[in-house]
């Protein structure tokens, strides 16, 4: 079954907006990291905005710090990404997994925790 699904990718002009959605499926039970990564041609895939259902907790890559906001209510996860640049084209993914513990583990564990993956949705930033 799906566990995870995005929506809300296309095509801006640098400077502009867009907002991603992701919908995490009740299979994912509890308390949850939702993340947002990123993957652009010929580069390995970064964690960009993760939060923590349990309490709140929010981390940024310092690339988008200040651009991009995740949010998050329910099953869904948000990202705000503002003042896009060229850099920021890439497929966007949503993942996911349980976790009832330190919300800074969702940030520390995004290289290997995250088991539920979305198909992904692309980001294209023109100049």
């Known amino acids: 079954q799906v566990q995870v699904m995005e929506s809300g990718g296309g095509s801006v002009q640098a400077g502009g907006s867009l907002r991603l959605s992701c919908s995490v499926s009740?299979?994912?039970?509890?308390?949850?990291?939702m993340g947002w990564f990123r993957q652009a041609p010929g580069k390995e895939r970064e964690g960009v905005a993760i939060?923590?259902?349990?309490?709140?907790t929010t981390t940024y890559s310092d690339s988008v710090k200040g651009r991009f906001t995740i949010s998050q209510a329910g099953n869904k996860v948000y990202l705000q990404m503002n003042s896009l640049k060229p850099e920021d084209a890439a497929v966007y993914y949503c993942?996911?997994?349980?976790?009832?513990?330190?919300?800074?583990?969702?940030?520390?564990?995004?290289?290997?925790?995250?088991?539920?993956w979305g198909q992904g949705t692309q980001v294209t930033v023109s100049s």
């Open positions: 993942a996911a997994f349980s976790w009832d513990g330190r919300g800074d583990y969702c940030w520390l564990s995004r290289n290997f925790a995250y088991t539920g």
């Open positions: 009740e299979y994912i039970y509890g308390d949850k990291c």
């Open positions: 939060v923590y259902s349990g309490d709140g």
